[in-house]
């Protein structure tokens, strides 16, 4: 059983930047793969970022391309997503995940078999 816990959101003005991080707990952390995911207000829950457990593989949904990059400390057990040039589209509640293994495409949600409870992000325009 693995616990994820999401930090740092908070509000920013358009064009900043914030780094979220994801800390695991209760498993072996260096074998998951590692998701974001956001979810805005009456929007579904979509797919940010996406890095393998090994090789340092990512995947990105092609409007964060270029301005997040994720990340992972295996030694500190936590997951990172550095979010540069905010949108106020990039307003949401962002989650990171944990995967045993994709089996399938990286962007599903079904695909991740833990999650965190969430960190807001706002941006103001």
């Known amino acids: 059983q693995v616990q994820l816990a999401e930090s740092g959101g908070q509000l920013v003005q358009a064009g900043g930047s914030l780094r979220l991080s994801c800390a695991a707990s209760g498993g072996i952390f260096r074998n998951y793969d590692m998701g974001w995911f956001r979810q805005a207000p009456g929007k579904e829950r979509e797919f940010v970022a996406y890095?393998?457990?090994?090789?340092?593989?990512?995947s990105y949904e092609e409007s964060v391309k270029g301005r997040f990059t994720i990340s992972r400390d295996n030694a500190k057990k936590t997951a990172y997503l550095q979010m540069n040039s905010l949108k106020p589209e990039d307003t949401a509640v962002y989650y990171c995940?944990?995967?045993?293994?994709?089996?399938?495409?990286?962007?599903?949600?079904?695909?991740?078999?833990?999650w965190g409870q969430g960190t807001q992000v706002t941006v103001s325009s």
């Open positions: 995940a944990a995967a045993r293994g994709v089996r399938e495409n990286v962007a599903f949600a079904r695909e991740y078999d833990y």
């Open positions: 890095i393998r457990w090994i090789g340092g593989i990512t």
